[in-house]
């Protein structure tokens, strides 16, 4: 596991590794575990139970392997190669499951790490097993050096603008993708009478300068039931439908719909 930049989450010095576990001078340590992440959570608040549960973080996995958010990810892949250069430092922020980090390391070489509150979600990117070095972590006390990090992407997660530009280098730039207008309308064209498009608004991001905005779209088709159900659970949706909404999204046997994302670029 590459701990460059990582910094021990209880007195923030630098990091050693020996015998599978990071310590710090002070000895605070952290096991690295079999999947080869290390929970760096000083809270120790990052229980299984934290986050999408087993089964929904496998369901997420599964629906982005497919490769239907592959535009937003290759977006992204772009954004990042075009900022940064082979030994650079690049995060992903609130990574889920790994897929975009993924997606990114087989790309371009560069200093890849990721993290999420969620073990369940840190496990499976780890179990990705891209070279990127994977660790729980809140974004409310990010365990990363001052001014480290080239590049950071954010995807779809919420937002610490004070954490993301203490992280980022002086000339490092930080994406963040929200969902636009018209995202997955046709879902819930599905689930509403009256669905409504999204109102695309960007994080309260004090501190940083918004540079660059890149809009991506497109269309897919879900073919299953599976994958429809797939999706449903990772939006916010699957927690506030009514049970007519989701019944009618049941008899569906396909599903196309409209998929847009909004990149903003900020910088410090
Ligand atoms: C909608 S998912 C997006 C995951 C990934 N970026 C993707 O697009 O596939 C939001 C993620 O944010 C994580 N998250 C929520 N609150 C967090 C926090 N305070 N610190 C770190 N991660 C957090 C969740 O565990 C979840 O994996
Ligand atoms: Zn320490």
């Given at each position: 596991m590459n701990h460059a930049i990582l910094r021990c989450p209880v007195c923030g010095n630098a990091l050693t590794e020996t015998d599978r576990t990071l310590r710090c001078e002070q000895n605070h340590?952290?096991?690295i575990a079999k999947e080869g992440y290390c929970n760096l959570n000083s809270a120790h608040r990052s229980g299984d139970n934290i986050g999408d549960n087993k089964d929904m973080a496998r369901s997420r996995r599964d629906f982005l392997n497919k490769g239907f958010y592959a535009p937003l990810a290759e977006a992204v892949c772009q954004c990042v190669e075009g900022c940064t250069q082979k030994g650079d430092s690049v995060l992903d922020i609130c990574c889920g499951e790994g897929y975009y980090t993924e997606y990114l390391t087989k790309r371009m070489e560069r200093d890849f790490y990721g993290f999420d509150l969620s073990k369940n979600m840190v496990r499976l990117a780890a179990k990705r097993h891209c070279g990127a070095s994977f660790f729980v972590a809140n974004i409310a006390r990010i365990?990363?050096?001052?001014?480290?990090?080239?590049?950071?992407?954010?995807l779809f997660a919420p937002f610490q603008a004070a954490e993301f530009g203490r992280?980022?280098?002086?000339?490092?730039?930080l994406f963040t993708a929200i969902p636009g207008r018209r995202h997955l309308f046709g879902l819930k064209e599905a689930l509403y009478d009256t669905p409504y498009e999204n109102d695309e608004q960007k994080p309260q991001a004090d501190g940083l300068r918004l540079t660059d905005e890149i809009r991506v779209k497109g269309e897919i088709t879900l073919g299953s039931q599976e994958d429809i159900q797939a999706l449903f659970q990772m939006t916010p949706y699957y927690y506030h439908t009514p049970s007519k909404g989701?019944?009618?999204l049941?008899?569906?046997?396909?599903?196309?719909?409209e998929i847009e994302f909004v990149i903003a670029a900020y910088q410090k």
């Open positions: 340590c952290f096991d365990p990363i050096a001052d001014g480290s990090v080239k590049a950071a992407f954010h992280i980022l280098a002086k000339d490092g730039t989701m019944a009618r049941e008899q569906l046997g396909s599903l196309t719909t």
